[in-house]
């Protein structure tokens, strides 16, 4: 519920003042919102050739989430409602020069957290998109906060250019973003995000969680072992030798070259990387070249014995952005033409010019690089996957170093290996079911990739529901949201598990040591909340350290539902043959011979007469590539939509039925209660799902104007200009 309360001013419109009436709405329980509404604000002409001083609608006096009474509200919930924070602001030096500019004048505007709120628009847009998160979902994520936050602003999301506009674009910032997989990023800048519109946290600590993000502070010491050059390169012979084997037909000496290959091509791309801006234009072409120079040598000098296309395409593969198929399907599908053309163009080419450089290495170290190629009878497709039990094994291997690739947090490994072993099998057990009855067709294949990507996506749900389920134990204990002895035999285990988890996870290295530092803080937290809530005890207020703040912070940003989309981005990354359109190339490239085939002539009446012929015909399943990529492709973005879908609709049931019967059977929660958690349940769908696609409204919603207040204000404003241009006149 808001009070409109009218703020007196006076406003300066090019060289003509105006009182400025402005609604600068305010909520109840003390909170301002971010800036004025639009709707109320009407321009009057005054007389008087000197414009006025400009008094703008005052700052609260401090930042919404920041301010404390003294005497604390004892009826507080978690610790961070307990806390008198410090007045930290954010620097917005930090900020790109032009990003300062529109800030400075938002600020003068509409007050700084307008500002900044845009700012913080600008960035998450960014950081989501430069972590290979769809733009899809990020538009829903920027929806949300311009709702909450009532912020008069539209974007658009390219496929590399990003465009943000504000004021009825009054200002535009443009920004070119490369993208790199980072599944870590994808679901810290998403929680971030859900902790601002929560109003768990406020700007000026989002904005500064950002940058504390974005210098590697929030991530633990493997991730950022494997995060860069030099750790970054034990990835790319571990998964070229694994796609080799798995994927491509190839035995375990192929995997011995490919990852010779693989360590080569990673080397090549660290230094070109070194080099800044200057060289990096050319990292396709001569990684394209090196694994054609190395694998030629070992195919030339290793008895001729090497399956060169398995070489090629599992080295390639960490190359190639397969996921980028799908998510241009999807875009289309959604109504972003433009976007996923582009992007499905944009790979289609950046696979050619790497199929390009590996088949001039080729080319360099071999007589005949066509025959090189093309001659690979008996060394290909030897070893029977089926038989062997070391296949899931194997594919786990890989699938680790993918999300190594994507740089997820390798304490969520398992989580990520659960849902794609379960994509996988369910796409490779329907295959081999059903490829003996369509061997003229492709409908098993698309079949067994439609099923696997919805298998996918409820095996990343659930776990997600699990996960999240499980940690409210924890981080409602971690937070002090809950006291000791207020769980039950089954929370309480779950807590210690989840506790003995986290410190040796830290032990190993593989977690945050901040983590662990914030399990300390503990016995100090809950004493002084303690102390805080014993009337007859002098403490009357609760202030930590800045680094006690910081370490605050990130747990409360952590407790966020997981970004599942962080899970599922890796698994399509798996299901997605990226190394079909490569192929489509090489048969460009190296055009696969014609079936030799020898046949008997025959009479009118089909009598053989001893006589034979060779008839030559096109090999249909090697020239028919592209048909298989467009049917896998699009299997695949259809069995994410349909598995999102009914996720959706088993999600509703569930809480339509079960969780409506819970919370009518249990007095202690009250209807408000239950709407707050509809509504984070609501807003938690929205911003996963793809079966609605945000709309550009801007005005915000509720913003329009009442019938007959258009001609008025359009009256007003007309009579302002009239005013402007008249003393103009006198003054000239």
Known sequence: MFVEQLIEGRCQHGRVAYVCGESWSTRTDGLPKVGPSRTHRTLYKMGGATAPTVKYASEPPTRPGLKQNPMYDRRAKSIRQQITFNDHKFDINTLPVDMRRVVGHLTRDFGEEYALTFAFMVRTAQELHRAWHM????????????????????????????????EDGAYELHRKVPYDYDSEFQDMYAKIA???????????QALEFQSETRRGEHTAVSGLFLRDFPGRLILYPLEAATCAVIFFGGDWKDAGVAAATGLTTGIVEWALVSLQN?????????????????GGLFYRYGGE???????????????????AFVIGILEIVAGELETGVIRFMAVA??????????????????????DAFLDQAGNCNNIDLDSKWWRIPLYLLCSACTLGQYRLPIIYYWRGLAVQLVGYEVQYQIFEHLSARHDRDMLDTATANGLGAVAAVFAACLLSWVVDTLSFYYNARALLRAKEGEYSRFGEFVYYCTEKWVRLTTCLGLGRRDDQAFLDMQPKLRQMSIELQDPTHSRSEIRLTSEEERLLEQAVVSAEPLNVWSLLMPTVYQLVPGS??????????????????VRPVTDVDGTETGFTYVSFTPDQAKESVFSALMVIATSLALGLLVGMGLQSVVASVYRNTFVALYEKSNPAISDSTKDIRADLRQKRDERQGLMNTPEDDDPVPGDELPPGEYKKQTVEVLEAEEGEDKMSVASA
């Open 580 to 597: 079909l359109i490569a192929r489509l190339w090489f048969n460009s490239i190296f055009p696969p011979p014609y079936l030799e085939a």
């Open 278 to 294: 200057n060289a990096k234009i050319l990292i396709d072409v001569l990684v394209g070249i090196a694994t054609g120079i190395v």
């Open 305 to 323: 014995t090497t399956c060169l296309p398995a070489v090629f395409l599992g080295t390639l593969y960490w190359f190639f952005y397969g996921t």
């Open 349 to 370: 080419v950046k696979t050619f010019v790497l199929t390009m450089g590996s088949s001039w290495g080729l080319q360099m170290v071999t007589d005949n690089a066509v």
């Open 135 to 166: 733009t899809l979902l990020t538009s829903k994520i920027l929806q949300q906060i311009k709702d909450k936050y009532q912020v008069r602003t539209t974007w658009e999301l390219g496929v590399t250019k990003l465009k943000f506009r504000v």
């Open 194 to 204: 859900i902790a601002f519109v929560d109003g768990h946290i406020d700007i000026h």
